[in-house]
């Protein structure tokens, strides 16, 4: 299926979401600028990852699709509902449609709650009232993040599971309602190597299975291409790249996906022999940031007299959308 | 052992008490480390890192069950010094420790500064002048800005944090530095960079490192030497080369199968089940519910064997 067959779920237009910084005894001190201008459109049963160093906006970006954050400026539409514009009874309905995975597996969970009593919240409050009801479709769900045998895990608190344990369960959370998509914010990033495949396969198999959308967030591109069609990159509060998976790892076009690309390290006895080639610096302040292409004093193929004077926009090179002056 | 021999690790155990029982979370470990080279401790969750780490450089809790073992440094067997000799002459002297999650301890009120210069106050008598002297040279080799040392924690990145850690670690001089676990909580780039300013470390102070980690892609950029820890256990010390080539153990082999690799087509396989409680360790192998290629012998302890160089506990390579 090509991206035009599918429909719609969730379409992201010029979104901004500016934080009010203020200091103390000087009240307004400016905006921390943490998405700025973003737009995509994500189809059904689709997944894409949204990659990019601590701080660059991603969880603000999933906290406004959530509906935790209002846009600034700019749109959150899912189906045809204007996120933004939603609250109370009505806000919480669209809840239901997204499961939401973060990225400390632990701190998700109420630790006084046992896994029944955790994955039965959902329900309630969604207004299933039939107590075999609900334990059927706990059941199930941990059938289906294989928090096996169902019976041993039931009665269990969050202390007394292993950290991939306990993402299962968040994982089941996210998913007992059924919902259209599955926002997952560095969902493995807490979990040993072998524990991070075993859930991002887990996570693969459900979505495949039930045809849900996901966000997949996460700094680490090395998995991403397991895991996602579409691969979107995030600098600075703005996306600087969009392009499909396999099309970025064997050919990233931004210099920024370029840089995260050399500083990803495969096992390779070899690495420890060179030094490894970064930009220098670091990420700059969402408060200010620079003018031009904010990845400008960074960037080792910046063009003089441009690219700190000019803003890039989404330029097409093959089939990548790249924020950056070098595919003018 | 060897002349070029820095640390020497035998038999070492640290066993802690418990309501359930005795913790076993260093249970048997051995390697060894040459001048200027650098170890990788490569492990999962829980299964004794950074108490080895605790271990080797006698940072103990009360608990203690049972703490044994021989550990030389440069010869010296530590283990046989008395805990004043040991503070006196070892710890921080000789090795240090930037311990697990060190960027979010740096004390909030004392300036970052201040702070690496403290070990060489304490552990060397210098005066305060001149050991802020030798943390600015320390900022200077792990690449923070020298003007940064009259700065709080709370003003600097998290990797500009790990940066001042590993200074403090360093700014004694010792032979021998214990990372444990110096990038998990960073980012692509800013680990990339940490590993940069290690690689330099090594060649310019001649330091060794043993750096525990879970992060077998990354642990890559550093390791001449690998050692597989599992259920408090050595199962394999290889040559860094081998090892990411094709290691011997079958836990080594599978821990490598799962790491997602972003310059080759495989796909990652996960290793099912988890590691054994260390309350109650199984008697035989400890990787045996997990091992494809388990058979009956695997229900005794395996012995270690040397395999051209490399050590292998595992049945499959007692001929
Ligand atoms: N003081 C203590 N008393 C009792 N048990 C302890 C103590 N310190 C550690 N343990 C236990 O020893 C085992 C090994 O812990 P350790 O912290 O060494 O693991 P690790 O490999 O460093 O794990 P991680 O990768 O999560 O840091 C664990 O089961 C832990 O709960
Ligand atoms: N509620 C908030 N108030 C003020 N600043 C915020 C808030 N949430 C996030 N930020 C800031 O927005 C920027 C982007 O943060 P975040 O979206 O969490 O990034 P990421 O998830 O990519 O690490 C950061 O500078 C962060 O401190
Ligand atoms: S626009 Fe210029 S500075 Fe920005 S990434 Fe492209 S080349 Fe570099
Ligand atoms: S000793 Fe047996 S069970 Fe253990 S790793 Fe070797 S083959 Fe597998
Ligand atoms: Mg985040
Ligand atoms: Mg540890």
């Known amino acids: ?328 | 052992m060897s002349k070029d021999t820095l640390l020497r690790v035998e038999d070492l155990v640290l066993h802690f008490k418990t309501q359930k029982g005795s913790v076993r979370a260093v249970d048997g470990v051995f390697f060894d480390l040459a001048h200027k080279e650098a170890v990788v401790i490569l492990g999962e969750s829980g299964c004794g890192k950074s108490s080895l780490a605790k271990a080797i450089l006698r940072l103990l809790p009360r608990n203690i069950d049972k703490y044994s073992g021989k550990i030389y440094l440069e010869g010296d067997e530590t283990m046989a010094m008395d805990d004043e000799n040991y503070r006196q002459n070892v710890r921080w002297v000789r090795m240090s420790l930037v311990p697990q999650a060190a960027m979010n301890s740096l004390n909030p009120v004392l300036k970052v500064g201040d702070q690496v210069a403290e070990p060489m106050i304490i552990h060397h008598g210098v005066k305060k002048e001149e050991a802020l002297i030798q943390a600015a040279k320390m900022f200077q080799h792990v690449g923070v800005p020298v003007d940064f040392l009259d700065r709080y924690a709370f003003e600097l990145s998290g990797g500009m944090r790990q940066r001042v850690a590993i200074a403090m670690s360093l700014v004694t001089a010792p032979a021998l530095v214990i990372l444990d676990e110096p990038t998990s909580a960073l980012d692509v780039l800013t680990q990339a960079n940490i590993f940069n300013v290690l690689k330099r470390l090594k060649q310019e102070l001649e330091v060794s490192f043993v750096l525990i980690t879970h992060d077998i892609a990354t642990s890559s950029e550093l390791a001449d030497r690998v050692a597989v820890m599992y259920a408090g256990q050595i199962l394999e010390v290889s040559d860094a080369h081998r090892f990411f080539n094709e290691p011997l153990h079958p836990y080594s082999r599978m821990l490598m199968a799962s790491v997602p690799r972003l310059r080759a087509n495989t796909e990652p396989e996960f290793i099912t089940g988890q590691p054994p409680s260390l309350l109650d360790p199984p008697k035989g192998c400890r990787f045996a519910d997990r091992c494809p290629k388990r058979f009956a012998k695997c229900a005794e302890e395996p012995p270690v064997v040397n395999v051209d160089g490399i050590q292998v506990k595992c049945w499959l390579y007692t001929s």
């Open chain 1, 1 to 328: 299926m090509t991206d035009k067959q599918r429909d719609v779920l969730l379409s992201i237009q010029d979104l901004h979401v500016w934080f009010e910084l203020r200091r103390f005894g000087f009240g307004h001190a400016g905006y921390v600028k943490a998405v700025d201008g973003v737009t995509f459109d994500l189809h059904f049963g689709e997944t894409i990852a949204i990659v990019g160093e601590s701080g660059c906006g991603k969880s603000s970006l999933m906290k406004t699709i959530l509906g935790l954050n209002k846009p600034t400026k700019g749109k959150v539409i899912f189906e045809n509902l204007d996120v933004g514009a939603l609250s109370g009874e009505a806000l919480r309905q669209y809840r239901a449609h997204i499961g939401y995975v973060q990225q400390d597996p632990f701190g998700a969970l109420a630790p006084f709650m046992n896994v029944q009593q955790i994955l039965e919240e959902p329900l309630l409050i969604n207004g299933v009232k039939d107590a075999a009801e609900r334990e059927r479709r706990v059941r199930k769900v941990m059938e289906e993040v294989k928090l096996t045998p169902v019976d041993d895990f039931l009665h269990k608190f969050p202390h007394m599971l292993s950290g991939g344990q306990q993402q299962r369960v968040v994982i089941a959370r996210a998913i007992i309602l059924e919902p259209k998509l599955v926002v997952a914010d560095e969902p493995v990033s807490m979990l040993d190597a072998s524990v991070r495949v075993e859930i991002l396969k887990l996570l693969r198999g459900l979505q495949e299975k039930y045809h849900m959308a996901v966000i997949y967030i996460t700094h680490d591109l090395s998995t991403v291409r397991y895991f996602s069609e579409r691969v979107f990159v995030m600098y600075a509060g703005n996306v600087v790249e969009k392009a499909p998976v396999n099309s970025i790892v064997h050919n990233p076009k931004h210099p920024y996906t370029a840089a995260l690309m050399d500083a990803t390290s495969d096992p390779d006895a070899n690495n420890a022999l060179t030094m490894r080639e970064l930009p220098p610096g670091e990420p700059p302040s969402l408060v200010n940031p620079p003018p031009g292409c904010r990845f400008h004093p960074r960037c080792p193929k910046r063009i003089e007299n441009l690219c700190e004077v000019e803003e890039p926009y989404d330029l097409q090179a093959d089939d990548h959308l790249v924020s950056c002056w070098l595919y003018k």
